[in-house]
């Protein structure tokens, strides 16, 4: 049906010619036309720093502050990729803020998928509070929480380590995650948890059961948010990990940057490297991820 | 080796927490379950001495006193359970129990030793007596006060801070809404394409904000930035231009506010644009087609029928944004701060995180944080009562 | 004046061709239904006469003015949509008065007209409240007052009933009915009801498939079908179909079918005309089925049925009969005194009887 090239070519011309035909279907075009100038235009400035960020790893060593704009440069090379894969502990601060990131996520999403549901099917005093509480929270000042986080774990002789790390975030997504859950499990009707409990479970089986494996949706969303927001962390990572060995790709990165001399061939490849995967999962999501954020806010 | 121990250790924590949670919710279930027999204080006083005894030797601590006060704490939840609760709302609390738990533990109680904090004298001079003694010098107000009275930093005071606060509050949620909005205006008819605009309108906000904001920023760098390439390009090919002010800008030392807003703006208008597609897409077209008949032209349609039916889904998304910029210490952090940089761009966020680990200033810090909370609370508190009465007389 | 012209209409979405050349007139004043299943084509040419679609070719005239590019808003038309389309965050005074507020209609005319539509309707109490305060048919009526207070030369309804229940359904086409003698307006209504259809409209247009079966008042589709779509979607139980071939023989025309044959009357169809060797349908509706001992009056051509199911309707009871392989409805009076399994002789009304043409579906029959 779909046809050839050659098919296709025609069928355009003779679509265009019928455009031109009518005053209607000539402005309806043009208007198109504006729109696509226009967010194309849109896309290319969101689009834009990404590619010169990806530029700039490819450039050779000698020519690292040039002020040229093309967007491969005459000699690109992956030089800087391999020098960043090779001489600095790239990977060892992948691997760490993976580590993290996949703990806190795990303990995040339990701990709010139960949470959720308590606040979704039952009534009890307390309940009110509990979600003013929960609003709350989000208001608090960036940084606000560091200071005592930061002496607690001094205390705990947790610095510098992993356990440190997970137990500063694993409590920072949670009132999101439980809203967003909450807004989830609001939808699903109470009529298939009576029936389960008509055939026999009792009310938490219930849940087990029949409720989360319906949420997956809502709880790879809460995931998704919990994993992205302790993987692009970096303040928190700042003030509890000292060691090279230890840190997370944001402090290692960082790392690149600072100092004297700004290493930003290497800087610009491992961006790079972390951000296509992370692009990739958000995009392949990314339906999942409006619809769950529209769902929380209309209820809420 | 090492990434593989560090996988166990991981998982043991993991594993740790588990159990700890199953102890927690075996003792509540226990209260919750029991609280009717006969047996349930006696068993309760008998089990629980031995658990925390036991406890103890394993901890190496040995205090009497310590173990009376926890017995008697005991004793209060057991008639607490008996006689207040009932058992009532069991399944609920039992539920709600790890989650808030970790909240108490890891929210509520940071926040209040912020308060405590916030009455004492802790900062660099002082730190070395605290972790000797446990102690600090006691000041009531005096933080409070030397908040609105000194600078955090070195020299801007906290009412410069607010003013550039709420400036830089109130024009990124501006352009964030009006970008949004016309992004999603026009993603809103079918044209071909529409899901790759999106995809690529999406990409800031999708990106690791650090890379993205240490990208734009490199943008603005004075030499190799970008911007100032084709500043100065433009002012090459076209003298006259140059002649009325068109060239290089020193973007970061000049303007830094400025030049945080415009990259704030381009992290949050993606954000705002698919809330407002997604509702945009949730009216059905009939009302469009209806206001067609009844001959409402382009803005009309905007203005009677758009406008009021994104509402409920703008007003949260835009209340959400608001309190994120306000507080937002990242892009202002790292595009100014990390070498000490400037204070000409701070907000009452970035300045408090710096005075307490650039200046270890660790008591004021906290009473300005305090301060900046209530502050929040307090409008959003009065915003939302007025949304709702506004709701409520419709 | 308020009279529609439609000339060789066609409609394509992309490759589909939903529209295949529509000739259609409407008088002034006149009351039509335009009927037929889903994706017949219906609300597509409704709403090209409203302008929310584009006419593929053809032309649409209003009072004899071409409308094809003209906008909705200036075709001095009103539509009722399916559902009702009441701007959710507006009083129902709003809603209706909203075209002309957009205007800037002096207030006083605006007041006017909204109180006349709302007391033909009985909206006085209603003014106030907002859609979601309503029931499905107060908003329903809201909608036609909304039409009404444009004073438009044609109003168009598009399945304005589906959403409401049975009951409801029938009082509002009485209300429909009685606007439309109150109106004398020119309407044009689209449905898939086909009761709606014969009993609001003035004349019917049946659609099928993007093409005009056949234009007329409900007697004339009701008694005369053109073809067999129309005589199996008019009429409710289902006409009853035959399959079989036409011979000619001594003179008149015998229908042979495995489990049937007939002998036909000239009156029904004479012999002259090609039919010997035919492929026919013989249509025959329910009503016009006779079993039992109203089968033995006057009956020439008696065959034997066997009574599978009865179906009490009150006072009509319908006969699920099996002649031979062949499946036969009757429609008799109530409480038939044979019971399931029984035989029963069955005799057909060949006053109201139609042959079709199987190739080419016509009603060949008189």
Known sequence: MTGTRKGYFSRLAASAAEVMDSPVRRAKALRYLLIHIVVITAAGVCVYPLLRILSISLRPGDRLFSTDLSLIPDGATLAAYASLLKDTMFLRWLWNSLIITLATSFIGVSLASTAAYAFSRFRFPGKKAGLILLLSSQMIPAGMLILPLFLMIMKLKLMNTYLGMIIAYSVSSLPFSIWILKGYYDTIPRSLEEAALVDGTSQVGAFWRIILPLSTPALSIAFLFNFTTAWNEYLVARVVLFSSKQYTWTLGLFELQGQYITQWGMFAAGSMLVTIPVLAVFLYSSKWLISGLTLGSVKG | ?394 | MATVKFSNIVKNFKDNQVLKRVDLEIKDHEFVVIVGPSGCGKTTLLRMLAGLEEISSGEIHIDGTLVNHLHPSRRQIAMVFQDYALYPHMTVEENMSFSLRIKNAPKKEIKERVAEAASILQLGKLLKRMPKQLSGGQRQRVAIGRAIVRQPKVFLFDEPLSNLDAKLREEMRVEIAKLYQRLGATIIYVTHDQVEAMTLAGRIVIMNQGVIQQVGTPIEVYRKPDNLFVAGFIGSPTMNFIEGKLRVEKGHVRFVSPSLSLDLPASLLPAEGAHEGREAVIGVRPDDVYAGREAGKNCSQQVDAVLEVSELLGHRENLYLKVGNLRVLATVEAFFDRSPGSSVPVCFNFENMHVFDKASQKRISA
């Open chain 2, 1 to 394: 080796m090492e990434l593989l121990r560090s996988v166990y250790e991981v998982a043991g924590f993991i594993l740790l927490i588990a159990l700890g949670v199953a102890a927690l919710e075996g003792y509540f279930y226990y209260h919750f379950k029991f609280h009717d027999r006969p047996w349930f204080f006696w068993a309760g006083l008998a089990v629980f001495p031995l658990l925390a005894w036991s406890g103890f030797v394993a901890g190496g601590i040995a205090k009497p006193g310590l173990f009376a006060w926890l017995l008697a704490l005991e004793a209060a939840v057991l008639a607490f359970f008996r006689y207040a609760v009932k058992g009532r709302h069991s399944l609920a609390y039992l539920l709600l129990l790890p989650a808030f738990v970790g909240l108490a533990l890891l929210l509520v109680y940071p926040f209040l030793f912020e308060v405590y904090l916030s009455f004492h004298d802790l900062k660099l001079t002082t730190i070395m007596m605290w972790k000797n003694t446990g102690k600090i010098p006691f000041v009531g107000l005096e933080q409070y006060v030397k908040v609105f009275t000194t600078s955090p930093l070195s020299e801007v005071t906290f009412w410069a801070l607010l003013g550039r606060t709420l400036l830089w509050t109130f024009s990124n949620v501006f352009f964030h809404v009006l970008g949004g909005f016309a992004l999603a205006l026009l993603l809103n008819n079918a044209i071909s394409l529409k899901g790759v605009y999106r995809t690529l309108l999406v990409i800031p906000w999708a990106m690791p904000q650090v890379v993205a904001v240490l990208a734009m920023r490199g943008e603005f760098h004075s030499q190799n930035g970008f911007v100032n390439i084709v500043l100065g390009r433009i002012a090459e090919a076209y003298p006259f231009l140059a002649g009325l002010g068109v060239g290089p800008v020193q973007w970061l030392s000049d303007y830094p506010l400025l030049t945080c807003t415009i990259i704030n703006v381009w992290l949050g208008i993606p954000f705002m644009m698919v809330v407002i597609l997604g509702g945009l897409q949730s009216i059905s077209t009939s009302y469009y087609d209806a206001a067609d008949i009844d001959g409402a032209s382009y803005f009309q349609k905007l203005r009677y029928i758009t406008l009021p039916l994104v509402k409920p889904v703008l007003m949260p998304a835009v209340t959400l944004g608001t309190v994120w910029t306000f507080n937002n210490i990242n892009v202002i952090y790292l595009v100014t701060g990390q070498a000490g940089g400037t204070e000409q761009a701070d907000i009452l966020v970035s300045a408090l995180y710096k005075a307490a680990f650039t200046y270890n200033r660790y008591s004021y810090s906290a009473a300005f944080a305090i301060v900046v909370f209530a502050l929040l609370f307090f409008i959003s508190v009065t915003y939302l009562h007025g949304f709702d009465a506004a709701k409520d007389e419709r």
